[in-house]
């Protein structure tokens, strides 16, 4: 018999959708509404930090406020959702995702992008019926997806036969790591999204520069 193949969780921004122009615009045009300079998508990569106030911290020399906070989140979403549309699906990840279902494996979606936003956004792409279940964030940005992983695996275990042991996470960010190791499973890091390599590389799990090589690593995992 052939390899069993494992569960893919994937993420969805700066993953399976390729936005990452579009967050670097959004967060110069926010900027620009509070008084901070533009920043390059290198420098972006190399201070990205979640929860996202310490990413504002390290632009701002201190944390802000909690009303400073909302101010800055509401800002960039909105300029985030007036780019979102012009933005497409990462290179191939449509094959991949066909090939590894065909081969007998499984996915689902679990993203920090609002749960009510993201639904119809990756209805519009035409890729839902590939999940098996899609998440997105419940509750405040700005936090881990730590607690939201361990959520969305739960779902898929009580509806099945996943197990952590068996999933790899696919995603752009640190986060991912730390969420993928908090429920006890895999992560392949992606370079096309808000981290520089030398941060992701700095978590011990393997980095890629595409999202074939980042199937083809999940395989090797389980």
Partial sequence: MGKQYAHLVWDWNGTVLDDIQAVIGATNAAFAEIGLEPISLDRYRELYRVPIPRFYERLMGRLPSDAEWAAMDETFHRHYTERRPGCGLTAGVEELLSEWSLAGGSHSLLSMYGHRELLPVVRGYGIERHFLRIDGRTGPSGGSKAVHMERHLTSLAAAGSISADRTVVIGD???????????????????????????????????????????AVARDLT
Avoid: I, M, N, Q
């Fill in 173 to 215: 960010a640190v986060d991912d790591a730390v969420a993928a190791a908090h429920v006890g499973a895999r992560a392949v890091l992606y370079t096309g999204g808000s981290h520089s390599r030398t941060a992701l590389e700095a978590v011990g799990v393997p980095v890629v520069d595409s999202l074939a090589e980042a199937v």
